[in-house]
């Protein structure tokens, strides 16, 4: 199980502008860190470079198991999920066809995809068509592939932005369980996130965060 993210001396650019420069931090099991920042700090695109879909200009992205250092590509692959500001569902899938293709691709059962289809009462949304999912639908959705499929590290970008007071409660408590049971956040946020986390101002760290 993936147990510590350690990054150092990251740099990150987009086209000609350098985002942030120098960032160095560590997140271990049971830890959850919020990135702050104005838009275009560069939130996403961190999480982003986490998850290998952007490479940095420097530094290093190092996971860890119990013992040791996990190849990057087995980390990606088999320890994380991300959740994105756009939830990236095929809009002419069910959400039960979009939810059961995700958990199984993701490794997930199917009395764990029931389950979370429970736990976020889904159920009355399964046979429509994503597209006709309001956004905190859709939100919900997703957030069932992350406790239907488990894996050690969520990266959440805004995980919160789509949903009533009800249902970030509802998503509190996933986040909660998640880090009780050793897993890591780190989260893209502009509203605070409902658990204990560090937080991260990516508008300061031309010169690293620690």
Known sequence: MLTRLDIEALSLSRGERRLFDGLSFSLSAGEAAALTGANGAGKTSLLRAVAGFIRPDAGTVAFHDAEGEMEAETARRLALHLLGHHE????????????????EWLGGSGEAMDAAVARLKLAPLLDLETRKLSAGQRRRLSLARLIAAPRALWLLDEPLAP?????????????????????????????????????????QTLGGVR
Do not use: C, Y
Request: charged share 25%.
């Open 88 to 103: 990236g569902l095929k809009p002419q899938r069910t959400a039960r066809q979009e939810l059961g293709f995700q958990v």
């Open 163 to 203: 949903l009533d007071e009800a249902w970030r409660g509802v998503a509190a408590e996933l986040m909660a369980e998640h880090l009780a049971r050793g897993g890591m956040i780190l989260a893209a946020v502009h509203d605070p996130l409902p658990v204990a986390a560090r937080s991260l101002d990516l508008a």
